[in-house]
């Protein structure tokens, strides 16, 4: 997992190739001009979504993860609370390789706070739990990187 902010995300260049387009698209698009929607960077290997999320204000206790994809979430607007999981204790629901996404319940977790300009990088396999009501705002407007590793 990697935090930071939008303009120092160019310093994680060279970790993979792919991940280097995202970041590419990141620092040379205009974010604000994007409208709600998938925009694909690399056909199926780098694509995102800008969208619109209302905030869960009741904690779960499922975190996502993916096998194959990294998750980029940058924070468009708003302030948003995103919790990323340790030490997995049971599986809730099994992975879907289809769609890239299981679902596992953690022993360990650590609070990540995006504001505007934010942004944390979940790659594979590390369970993360986004969309979180962070005591400021009902809703945020975010990018959503997909990232192929494997």
């Known amino acids: 997992m990697i935090v930071t902010q939008l303009q120092d995300v160019g310093h994680y260049r ?21 409208g709600s929607g998938q925009y694909l960077i690399n056909e199926d290997k780098v694509f995102c979504f800008v969208q619109e999320n209302q905030l869960n204000q009741e904690l779960d206790e499922r975190f996502e993860y993916h096998e194959r994809y990294a998750d980029i979430h940058l924070l468009l607007a708003g302030q948003e609370l995103v919790r990323y999981g340790q030490i997995v204790e049971e599986v809730v629901q099994d992975y879907d390789e289809t769609n890239d996404i299981g679902f596992v319940r953690c022993h360990l977790t650590t609070p990540i706070h995006l504001t505007e300009g934010s942004l944390a990088i979940f790659l594979p396999n590390e369970p993360h739990q986004p969309n979180l009501y962070d005591q400021a705002g009902e809703s945020v407007r975010k990018c959503v990187v997909k990232v192929l590793m494997y």
């Not at 060279?14 to 994007?34: C, E, K, N, R, V």
């Open 14 to 34: 060279g970790l993979h190739p792919y991940l280097d387009q995202a970041i590419d698209f990141l620092l040379t698009q205009d974010m604000s001009s994007l």
